[in-house]
């Protein structure tokens, strides 16, 4: 097994820049990538919920990981998803993952079939045992029914491959009740996917955040992170207010973060707003709301 480094910081769920459903917009990919890194990111998630993977075929999903992968050079940890309906698709992605240089894969529960928590143990335990890579768990009950309970999530972060736990239930009292069965002796690490509760998570323990947002304004994220670890409240308070208000803009019309995510990086000139089905991408209303925002925004660090 590989040996386990904590992992802290801002680790942002990388977005896959496409020019197509079926083509990679490798400009994009690399604009993006250093736009993060420029930003001070800690680390990069690549192929989660904001890089569209399930959308993705595994041809585009490994072409978007290779690049990733070259990119960064090995000057940051490099996460890669892996979840999949399939457990044999999983475990070859992860061997591939593994095989491509990642410095551990994440998993999300399945989708579809119903699951018992046995089940899902039992799933996370065999793609954890098929790689010599640190696993990460990731627990996000708004993108699959089958949702991790608290007490499977402390008996697979018994287990010496699981590194850490990625928590998306997006409820501060599940963070406290989670770090409560953990126990003050707890030294994997445990991150919180909501960036609308990056602030007080911190604050309170976590070791750091996997925000959609960072994508965009990665040095906003790690300045409030950095903040939150020296304990200045007001600077806080004050980023906080700020990744509030992105928030708040990101999610046009109800549909997911990761259209606004990217219409903002090609307002940008990051990359391309494309989004792969079944996702729609803004309507014009949506679009010049946003535009309006990102032309008034002023980060104030």
């Known amino acids: 097994m590989k040996e386990i480094h904590k992992l802290k910081g801002i680790i942002p769920p990388v977005a896959t820049p496409l020019l197509d459903q079926n083509t990679l917009d490798k400009?994009?990919?690399?604009?993006?990538?250093?736009?993060?890194?420029?930003?001070?990111?800690?680390?990069?998630?690549?192929?989660?919920?904001?890089?569209?993977?399930?959308?993705?075929?595994?041809?585009?999903?490994?072409?978007?990981?290779?690049?990733?992968?070259?990119?960064?050079?090995?000057?940051?940890?490099?996460?890669?998803?892996?979840?999949?309906?399939?457990?044999?698709?999983?475990?070859?992605?992860?061997?591939?993952?593994?095989?491509?240089?990642?410095?551990?894969?994440?998993?999300?529960?399945?989708?579809?079939?119903?699951?018992?928590?046995?089940?899902?143990?039992?799933?996370?335990?065999?793609?954890?045992?098929?790689?010599?890579?640190?696993?990460?768990?990731?627990?996000i009950p708004s993108h699959s029914p089958h949702a991790f309970s608290q007490e499977t999530v402390v008996r697979l972060l018994q287990l010496p491959q699981i590194a850490g736990y990625k928590d998306s239930t997006c409820s501060m009292m599940a963070f406290h009740q989670m770090k409560h069965k953990l126990g003050e002796d707890f030294d994997k690490t445990y991150l919180l996917g909501p960036e609308e509760l990056l602030g007080e998570s911190v604050l309170l323990g976590a070791d750091g955040g996997v925000n959609g947002g960072a994508n965009a304004f990665p040095r906003l994220y790690v300045s409030l992170y950095e903040a939150a670890v020296a304990r200045d409240i007001q600077k806080v308070k004050a980023l906080q207010a700020q990744v509030m208000r992105i928030s708040h803009t990101l999610y046009q019309g109800g549909k997911t973060v990761i259209q606004g995510v990217k219409f903002a990086l090609s307002e940008m000139g990051i990359c391309q707003e494309h989004v792969a089905l079944p996702l729609a991408p803004l309507d014009h209303l949506e679009k010049a709301a946003m535009r309006q925002f990102l032309e008034n925004f002023e980060l104030n660090l």
């Open 27 to 139: 400009m994009g990919v690399s604009k993006l990538l250093k736009h993060m890194m420029d930003g001070g990111v800690h680390g990069l998630f690549v192929l989660g919920t904001t890089g569209e993977a399930v959308s993705l075929s595994y041809r585009l999903r490994y072409e978007m990981l290779e690049q990733s992968l070259q990119e960064v050079s090995g000057q940051l940890p490099v996460l890669a998803g892996v979840s999949d309906t399939s457990l044999e698709e999983a475990i070859r992605f992860a061997q591939k993952a593994e095989k491509a240089g990642v410095s551990g894969i994440v998993v999300a529960p399945p989708y579809y079939f119903p699951c018992t928590q046995e089940a899902l143990y039992d799933y996370v335990l065999r793609l954890s045992e098929a790689v010599s890579i640190p696993t990460y768990i990731y627990n």
